[in-house]
């Protein structure tokens, strides 16, 4: 039986306890958060006072809190020789990021970040489309993720320091995808509200070239209250991809001369398959869609993004640096 210790109560952490109880063989056995009234909202769980306790309970550590605070809990994980699973982003910080991955490879922890693009049907068709060169060859991509603002416990979205706003919230999501198709980012371009000074909301663009030559454009949204969507388009030289989340079920290739191609991607259930992928990992060594040196690589394309929107000016990216 893998014992799985959920931290941290908020949206992410009861959408993660109820996939792992849909998967045979893993038994969540607490959790644990700083707002006991969030643990109180977490009924049939045992509610630990410290993360002390949680980790001499359980096998796998989950990490759903606020991104200030991932480094610290999967630094004791490690130390404690825990699995771990955390939500993206992998921290908040370059200077974070170095000191995991370090401790990490010398410990040979098995830890998995929370991409979840890639485990939505609809965005693994997309990257089978360009593994195959269904449209041809990709020249140029516009992708969105909005929605509206959301506080979170404290309101800790709103401060650039704790979330790194809707860069590193949102934009991430693509930002990662956008790697798993190309590969390495070689200079981004950004401008947001949030770095502005703008206070409760966050609305980003950003430019990536990626090393092949491919041109990105990125847009991430916290301003869209009508509710939250998702978009992708890739010009490729023999045709275009199309997806569009307002309708779930239509992926699109459009050919010159009117010949189109649409897919309908069964739906399902991306946090469960998801956390499958991880629990196979921790038991049988499996490597998932995505390693840590993803997250990190994926991170510090983010970091370079929002450090574009504070000096305004373009960011090349160097690895371990920006």
Not at 134 to 152: D, W
Not at 183 to 211: I, P
Not at 252 to 259: I, K, Y
Request: include cysteine.
């Amino acid at each position: 039986m893998d014992r799985v210790g959920v931290i941290g109560c908020g949206k992410m952490g009861s959408k993660h306890m109820d996939c792992f109880r849909r998967i045979p063989g893993v038994k969540v056995v607490g959790v644990f958060d700083t707002n006991t009234q969030k643990c109180n909202e977490c009924g049939g769980v045992k509610h630990y006072g410290t993360v002390a306790e949680l980790f001499k309970d359980c096998d796998i550590v989950d990490i759903c809190t606020p991104t200030n605070t991932h480094k610290d809990y999967i630094m004791e994980g490690i130390k404690q020789k825990k699995a771990i699973f955390v939500e993206k982003p992998l921290c908040r910080t370059m200077e974070e990021a170095n000191e995991i991955l370090k401790e990490a490879k010398k410990r040979k922890a098995k830890i998995m970040v929370g991409h979840i693009l890639r485990y939505f049907n609809q965005y693994a068709n997309i990257k089978r489309l360009v593994d195959t060169k269904a449209a041809g060859k990709p020249c140029v991509v516009r992708i969105s993720r909005v929605n509206g603002f959301r506080r979170g416990s404290n309101n800790w979205f709103s401060s650039l320091e704790k979330s790194g706003g809707v860069i590193l919230d949102l934009m991430i999501h693509d930002i990662d995808f956008l790697m798993w198709c190309f590969g390495d980012v070689e200079r981004v371009y950004a401008m947001n509200l949030m770095s502005k000074g703008v206070q409760n909301t966050d609305y980003a663009l950003a430019v990536l070239r990626f090393k092949n030559g491919i041109i990105a454009h990125l847009e991430a949204s916290w301003a869209h209250y009508s509710g939250f969507r998702t978009s992708v388009e890739m010009a490729c030289d023999k045709g275009l991809i199309s997806y569009d989340s307002r309708n779930p079920n239509t992926l699109a290739v459009e050919f010159a001369g009117g010949r189109n191609f649409k897919d309908s991607p069964v739906d399902e259930n991306a946090t469960l398959v998801e956390l499958k992928d991880f629990i196979n990992y921790t038991r049988n060594g499996k490597i998932p869609k995505l390693d840590i040196d993803d997250a990190y690589g994926c991170l510090e394309v983010s970091l370079a993004a929002l450090e574009s929107t504070k000096t305004g000016k373009v960011i090349t990216i160097k690895k371990g640096k920006f």
